[in-house]
């Protein structure tokens, strides 16, 4: 299972912090991606991580403004969102693929998903 927290309103410019964190074993194949699905839009990639220790991916919209943690000694990963922008308003959701990811972006990858989170940046 996966527990989300963090989200909620801002204003254009602020930050926020989401965590994601699993409750169950893991081990060095594990991948956590985070998406999210803007108001009318299909639910798209913006990042992940893995328990290899690799650097964490992000998509060009992102980067540069969110930062991914190394998933921690308890299994948390944070999304840090800076600068924040009106168009980042969106759902998020982290997800966690217990195999080898090879297309991260792909849902079909991830076997278990957090519940949702609701980020609402005003201009």
């Known amino acids: 299972q996966l527990a989300e927290s963090g989200g909620g309103l801002v204003q254009a410019g602020d930050s926020l912090q989401l965590s994601c964190t699993t409750s169950g074993p893991t081990y060095i194949t594990y991948y956590m991606g985070w998406f999210r699905r803007a108001p009318g839009k299909e639910r798209e990639f913006i990042g992940g991580?893995?328990?290899?220790?690799?650097?964490?991916d992000y998509i060009d919209s992102v980067k540069g403004r969110f930062t991914i943690s190394l998933p921690g000694p308890n299994n948390t990963v944070v999304l840090q969102m800076n600068s924040l922008k009106p168009e980042d308003t969106a759902i998020y959701f982290c997800?966690?693929?217990?195999?080898?990811?090879?297309?991260?972006?792909?849902?079909?990858?991830?076997?278990?998903w957090g519940q949702g989170t609701q980020v609402a940046v005003s201009p």
């Open positions: 991580v893995g328990w290899s220790g690799g650097a964490p």
């Open positions: 997800a966690l693929s217990d195999g080898i990811v090879t297309e991260r972006h792909r849902e079909i990858e991830y076997d278990t």
